[in-house]
């Protein structure tokens, strides 16, 4: 039998607060928010004495949410080392993620290749069945043209006379 991975347990659980303008200062604006990231990271590895190290989804939106050239002047986070070694670094407010529970579906029966070929010739002889019907009516109200009136009549209905003066 297969063995269940067994969950890493957390060994150390910190928070700090991250100044990253002290550094985002000395970068061009065009690199401020990766240079933050890269801040973070650095500051873990530091204080968490490891090179493993996860910078979790909320934090990186939070370091990017105004774009590029404006990273926040500081982060407050949390900070998870496991008996692994691996540091996961996430926001102090981020909502924690539950763990996905897969469940279980009926195993639906599969139809045979043959029932489905009858049910799209039963659909394609209703289609033609319509467009026959479609076609008889057309067939029944044809289409009233105008009638046509004559050259003189539709002179005088676009440029009316004047009255003559006596």
Same mark, same amino acid.
């Given at each position: ?5 067994e ?11 991250i100044p990253l ?5 000395k ?7 990766k240079?933050?990231?890269?801040t973070?990271k650095e500051f873990?590895?530091?204080?968490m004495k490891?090179?493993?190290i ?10 990017w ?14 900070a998870t080392?496991d008996? =692994?070694g =691996?540091v996961?670094?996430?926001?102090v ?12 579906k009926?195993a ?5 290749p ?5 049910e799209?010739?039963?659909d394609?002889e209703?289609?033609k ?9 057309r ?5 009233q043209?105008?009638?046509?009136m004559?050259?003189?009549q539709?002179?005088?209905q ?7 003066s006596?």
């Open positions: 039998m297969a063995k269940k991975e969950k890493p347990k957390t060994i150390l659980e910190r928070t700090y607060v303008r002290r550094q985002t200062l970068t061009p604006y065009y690199r401020k928010a240079k933050a990231v890269r973070v873990i590895t530091r204080h490891s090179d493993n996860s910078v979790g989804r909320y934090l990186n939106l939070k370091i949410e105004h774009g590029i050239k404006n990273p926040p002047n500081k982060v407050k986070i949390i080392k008996d =692994k =691996k996961f670094v996430e926001l407010d981020a909502p924690k993620e539950k763990p996905k529970v897969e469940e279980k009926p639906k029966k599969e139809e045979k043959e029932e489905k070929k009858t799209e010739k039963q394609e209703k289609k069945i319509e467009k026959e019907e479609l076609k008889e009516i067939k029944e109200l044809p289409r043209q105008p009638q046509k004559p050259a003189q539709k002179q005088q676009v440029q009316p006379t004047a009255p003559k006596q």
